[in-house]
């Protein structure tokens, strides 16, 4: 059975940087997409960020520039490196992989961005 885990997530000042990390266990194969997603507070859930077996690579475009999203497929774990952090960008981070007809989603972690 695969399962998600996330880490990384906690309280950072506006300016700040942030890693988080996915790790799938319990996978003998590799996903042909892996992503992040984010849920704001009263707000519906988005894409932040996914990453392609093929090695491409598309950003919400609020995060352009500022977060970036690697995978190690021998590992199978799915960071995203976030930089100038900003208040807005508070939300619960999950993370997602899609392999087949499996989609399967991480439980979150929590940013919090301080103003």
């Known amino acids: 059975q695969v399962q998600l885990a996330e880490s990384g997530g906690g309280l950072v000042q506006a300016g700040g940087s942030r890693r988080l990390s996915c790790t799938a266990s319990?996978?003998?194969?590799?996903?042909?997409?892996m992503a992040w997603y984010r849920q704001a507070p009263g707000m519906q859930r988005e894409l932040v960020a996914s990453?392609?077996?093929?090695?491409?690579?598309t950003y919400a475009d609020s995060v352009k520039g500022r977060f970036t999203i690697s995978r190690d497929n021998a590992r199978n774990t799915v960071d995203l490196q976030m930089n100038s952090l900003k208040p807005e960008d508070t939300a619960v981070y999950y993370c997602?992989?899609?392999?087949?007809?499996?989609?399967?989603w991480g439980k979150g972690t929590l940013v919090t961005v301080s103003s």
């Open positions: 997602k992989v899609e392999a087949g007809v499996l989609n399967l």
């Open positions: 990453s392609r077996s093929t090695g491409s690579a």
């Open positions: 319990g996978s003998t194969f590799s996903f042909r997409v």
